[in-house]
C-alpha cells in the first residue's frame, strides 16, 4: 500500500508540472492585462476630472477678471439720475450677485474637497478636490484672498441691498481685482501643474504595466520553449533516431514533470527496444536449447525478472513433458532434464490457451495433484511462475512452455505481465526456431540412421525377391504357391517403401526446364489409369485447358512423382467406380499455378488432418504416410506449398501451389 504525498512534496509535484506552471503565467498575463486595461480607463476617467477641476478654476480666474472689467465700466458710466440707477441695479447688481455666489460655492467646494455642485453635476459621484500641497496652498490663499475681497465689497454695498452703493461697489472691485485675480491665476496654474504631473504619473503606470504584461508573454513564450518544446523536439529526435535502429540512444530528462516523465518513459522504452532487440539477436543466434537459455539468463534477468528459467518440451503423443534445458541464477543446470506429466496440469493449461499463464500464490497451486513440475520448481526456493507457452506452429513443431520464476513473491505485477504478453510472440518464434533448429538435427540424425537401415536392408530383400523369383518358376502345389505370391508381394512392398524412405531421406536436386502443366497432368493421368488402384475408378482432367497456357519450371520427374502420388492416394481413398477430378488453375497476375485433385470417400480424422504431411502419417488404413510426406518435400523444394482439406460427406481436396513460369 502507497502512502500519500506529503503536503510540500504534492505542491512541488504540481508547480512542477507545465500544466500548472503554463495555468499560472497565463492567469498573472490576464491579470496583468486586466490591471493595465482597467488603470488606463481609471486613467482616461481620471483625467476627464481633473480636467473639470482644472476649468472650474479656470471659470474663477475669468470671474474675477469680469469683476474687475464690470466695476471699470460701471465706474466710467456711473447713473447721474434715478431711473439710471435702477436700470443697473437690475442688471449690474445681478451680474454681480451671480458671480459673487459663484465664488461662494467653488470656494465652498475646494474647501470641504467636493467639487460636484460646482461642475454642474449635482447628484452625481463625489469630484474631490486633488490632495496636492501646492494646490492646497492656493486652495487657502484664494479663500482668504476672497473673504478680504467679499467683506470689502459687501460693506461697500451697504446693509440695504434692495438700494446697493454699487459706484462704491465699483471702486472696491477696482482697487481689490488685482489680488483676487492673482490668486484665482495661482490656483489655476497650480491645478494645471498638478493635472499634467498626475497624466505624466498615470501614463507611466501604463507603461509600466504594459511592458510587464509584455515581459510576462516572453517568458511565459521561453517557459514553454525551455520547459516543453525543446524537450519534447529532442524526444521527437530521439524518437526518430530510435526508428533508425539506434536503440542505444537515450535523451535527457529535463523540462516540466510532463517533458520529463515523457523523457523517462521513452528511455525506457528505448531501452526496452535495445534489450528486446540484443535478446531476439541472441535467440537467433543460438543453436540449442542449452545455449539459448544460458544466454538469456546471462544478459537478460533483469529485463525479464527471473532467477530460474526452464524450457520443457511435449512429448509426441501430449502425455507428459520434459524439462530440456534450465539455469539458476544464470548457472546451467545440465543434470536437471526431468519427465513431468502433462495432462490435468497448469502446463497443460498454458499450451491450451496460448498466453502466459501466471501463477502468482505457489503454495496454494502445489496443493492441487499432478504438479510435480511446480513442486520441483518451488524446491529451488521459488515463489512466483509465469509459463510462456511455445508452438506448435510452423516454426516450432513441438509444443513447449518457457518457465519464468522468480524468488521474491509477487515481482511479477499487472506492467510485467503486460509486457511478457506483448513479447511472447517474439520470445516464442525465436524460441521456437530454436526448437526447430534442434527438432531438424535430430531429424537429419534420424533420417541418416533410417538410411543407413534402408541401404542394409535393400541388399538382403534383392536377394530374397530373387530366390522367391526363382522358385516361382518351380512346380508347387496350390497352398505353396499362394504363400509365394504373398511373399512377393510383401517383398515388393518392403522394396517400394524402402525407395520411398532413401527419396525422403536422401538430398535431392532439380533438374529445372519449363513444362505445359496441363501435359504433365495429362501424362500422369494417362500413366496412373492403367495401374491400380486407378484401374477402377475415372480420372478426369476439369477444365481440359488453361487460358493463358500454364507454365512451369520445374524438374519432369519430381512433378510426375508428385502427381502419381496424388494420383494413387485419390483413388485408394474414392468408393469403385468413382471419379477423381483433377483442375488446373493459372493465376497470372500472381505468378501461381494451382493442381488440385479431389475425391470422394470417407474423409481425414481432424486428429489426422493436422499432421498430415508428416513421415508416417496417413489419412486410411494400412498407408504408411511417406507418399503425401515426399510431395510436400518436392513441393517446398519448388518453392511451392501443398494444402489438404477434407470434411464429412465432401471428400478430400489435396492442392498444389508451384510458382509459374515467366513469360519470354
Same mark, same amino acid.
Not at 4 to 13: A, S
Given at each position: ?51 473639470? #477641476? ?86 487657502? $490663499?484664494?479663500?482668504? #484672498? ?9 460693506? &461697500? ?11 462704491? &461697489?465699483?471702486? $472696491?472691485?477696482? %482697487? =481689490? ?73 537515450? #535523451?535527457?530528462?529535463?523540462?516540466? +514533470?510532463?517533458?520529463?516523465?515523457? /523523457? ?65 541464477? *544464470? ?12 495432462? *490435468? ?92 533448429? /534442434? ?37 508347387? &502345389? ?38 505445359? /502443366? ?45 502427381? %502419381? ?8 481413398? =474414392? ?9 488446373? $488453375? ?9 493442381? +488440385? ?31 503425401? /510426406? ?15 482439406? +477434407? ?18
Amino acid at each position: 500500500m502507497s502512502l500519500p504525498l506529503p503536503l510540500h512534496q504534492r505542491l512541488g509535484v504540481t508547480l512542477g508540472s507545465l500544466r500548472m506552471q503554463i495555468a499560472l503565467a497565463f492567469a498573472a498575463l490576464i491579470l496583468v492585462f486586466a490591471l493595465t486595461s482597467l488603470t488606463t480607463l481609471d486613467a482616461f476617467q481620471r483625467q476627464i476630472d481633473y480636467d473639470r #477641476v482644472v476649468a472650474v478654476a479656470a471659470r474663477l480666474e475669468l470671474t474675477a477678471q469680469q469683476l474687475h472689467l464690470q466695476a471699470l465700466n460701471y465706474k466710467q458710466n456711473a447713473p447721474r439720475d434715478y431711473p439710471t440707477y435702477f436700470r443697473d441695479v437690475r442688471l449690474y447688481w445681478q451680474d454681480l450677485s451671480g458671480q459673487i455666489a459663484l465664488f461662494d460655492q467653488v470656494i465652498d467646494g475646494f474647501m470641504v474637497g467636493d467639487l460636484s455642485a460646482a461642475i454642474g453635476r449635482p447628484g452625481a459621484p463625489r469630484q474631490a478636490t486633488p490632495a496636492d500641497p501646492r494646490v492646497t496652498a492656493a486652495i487657502r $490663499h484664494l479663500e482668504s #484672498v476672497w473673504q478680504d475681497y467679499r467683506q470689502g465689497l459687501m460693506a &461697500a454695498l451697504g446693509d440695504d441691498l434692495e438700494k446697493p452703493r454699487l459706484e462704491w &461697489a465699483a471702486e $472696491h472691485n477696482i %482697487a =481689490a481685482a488685482a489680488m483676487l485675480q492673482t490668486a484665482s491665476a495661482a490656483l489655476t496654474d497650480s491645478l494645471r501643474t498638478w493635472a499634467e504631473g498626475e497624466h505624466r504619473r498615470m501614463r507611466g503606470l501604463t507603461w509600466t504595466l504594459i511592458a510587464a504584461g509584455s515581459l510576462l508573454a516572453l517568458g511565459l513564450l521561453l517557459l514553454l520553449h525551455y520547459r516543453a518544446l525543446r524537450p519534447l523536439q529532442r524526444t521527437m529526435a530521439g524518437f526518430q533516431r530510435v526508428a533508425d535502429g539506434d536503440f542505444a540512444h537515450r #535523451v535527457a530528462v529535463e523540462g516540466a +514533470s510532463e517533458a520529463r516523465t515523457l /523523457a523517462v518513459r521513452f528511455n525506457a522504452l528505448a531501452g526496452r527496444l535495445d534489450l528486446l532487440f540484443r535478446l531476439s539477436d541472441a535467440l537467433q543466434r543460438g543453436q540449442d536449447l542449452d545455449q539459448v537459455v544460458t544466454l538469456i539468463a546471462r544478459e537478460f534477468r533483469g529485463l525479464l525478472r527471473f532467477d530460474w528459467i526452464g524450457v520443457v518440451l511435449a512429448n509426441g503423443d501430449s502425455s507428459s513433458v520434459r524439462l530440456e534445458a534450465s539455469t539458476l541464477d *544464470g548457472i546451467p543446470e545440465p543434470d536437471a532434464k526431468t519427465l513431468f506429466r502433462l495432462p *490435468g496440469t497448469l502446463l497443460e493449461a498454458a499450451l491450451a490457451q496460448g498466453h502466459p499463464l501466471h501463477i502468482a500464490d505457489l503454495p496454494t497451486a502445489l496443493a492441487r495433484p499432478r504438479h510435480e513440475f511446480l513442486r520441483a520448481i518451488a524446491s529451488r526456493g521459488m515463489q512466483d511462475v509465469i509459463f510462456l507457452p511455445v508452438g506448435p506452429s510452423s516454426e516450432s513443431p513441438v509444443p513447449g512452455v518457457i518457465a519464468f520464476a522468480t524468488r521474491a513473491p509477487g515481482r511479477y505485477d499487472e506492467a510485467h505481465l503486460r509486457f511478457l504478453n506483448n513479447i511472447a510472440a517474439l520470445i516464442g518464434t525465436s524460441f521456437g526456431r530454436t526448437m526447430r533448429l /534442434a527438432e531438424r538435427g535430430r531429424l537429419a540424425a534420424i533420417g541418416g540412421f533410417v538410411s543407413g537401415i534402408a541401404h542394409e536392408l535393400r541388399s538382403p530383400l534383392t536377394t530374397i525377391g530373387l530366390a522367391l523369383e526363382h522358385l516361382g518358376r518351380q512346380p508347387l &502345389a496350390d497352398g505353396a504357391r499362394r504363400r509365394l505370391d504373398l511373399a512377393s508381394g510383401e517383398a515388393a512392398r518392403m522394396e517400394r517403401l524402402i525407395e520411398d524412405i532413401l527419396i525422403y531421406a536422401r538430398p535431392l536436386r532439380l533438374d529445372l526446364q519449363v513444362w505445359s /502443366a496441363v501435359d504433365l497432368v495429362r501424362a500422369a493421368i494417362t500413366l496412373q489409369q492403367a495401374q491400380p488402384p486407378c484401374t477402377e475408378r475415372q480420372l478426369r482432367l476439369s477444365p481440359p485447358s488453361a487460358d493463358p497456357p500454364a507454365q512451369l519450371l520445374a524438374d519432369r520427374d519430381r512433378i510426375m512423382q508428385i502427381l %502419381a502420388n496424388l494420383l494413387r492416394n485419390a483413388c485408394a481413398a =474414392a468408393p469403385p467406380e468413382e471419379t477423381v477430378v483433377i483442375a488446373i $488453375h493459372h493465376e497470372s497476375r500472381g505468378g501461381q499455378i494451382t493442381i +488440385s485433385v479431389r475425391n470422394g470417400g470417407p474423409s481425414i480424422p481432424p486428429a489426422v488432418l493436422g499432421r498430415i504431411g508428416e513421415p508416417f502419417v496417413s489419412g486410411r488404413p494400412g498407408g504408411n504416410g511417406l507418399g503425401l /510426406a515426399i510431395v510436400r518435400r518436392l513441393v517446398e523444394l519448388h518453392g511451392g506449398h501443398l494444402e489438404v482439406r +477434407s470434411a464429412p460427406g465432401a471428400g478430400t481436396l489435396v492442392r498444389v501451389y508451384l510458382p509459374a513460369a515467366e513469360a519470354d
